[in-house]
């Protein structure tokens, strides 16, 4: 259990500085004017077409006004569109434009050639193992926003 601790820790630990880091070098040096959470909405929306505004806060973690001012400032730069869904006009889809589109890439572009700058320094053994390692995360991460919910999990105990 002590090794599991240890990897809960040095993951949550390192994943705010990876964050910051990147948040950091896009307000200095990336391309335009692209905020990390713009970014992280615009590829969000880039890959669920038509998602909801409800969604988007979800997957941001943020609650429905900071969203939807997300997305007001988003759709005034023309890199999002917002339409009244039919079914619910209470409900709006959103979509990256290809401005939008365009714009996400360079970003990601960008935070990928950082982040790799970041770890060129490792020896290569030790980039696969990274490789390896966050590729094992993101398959048991990827669709799984509680996983609290899981059977049998130790995260259940946390908050």
Known sequence: MGDLSACAHELLAVAPLVMKA??????DQGP?????????ALSFLDQHDGASLSELADHLGFQLPSASRLVDCLVE???LTRRQRAENRRCVSLAVTA?????????LTFA????GERLAPLAESDQAEVLRSLRMLCALFAGDR????RAGSQAAALP
């Open 146 to 149: 509680r996983p609290a919910a």
């Open 77 to 79: 730069q023309g890199l």
């Open 22 to 27: 990147v948040r950091v070098a896009m307000r």
């Open 112 to 115: 990928e050639r950082y982040v």
């Open 32 to 40: 335009g004017d692209l905020s990390v959470s713009q970014f992280m």
């Open 99 to 107: 401005r939008g589109r365009a714009v996400s890439q360079a970003a």
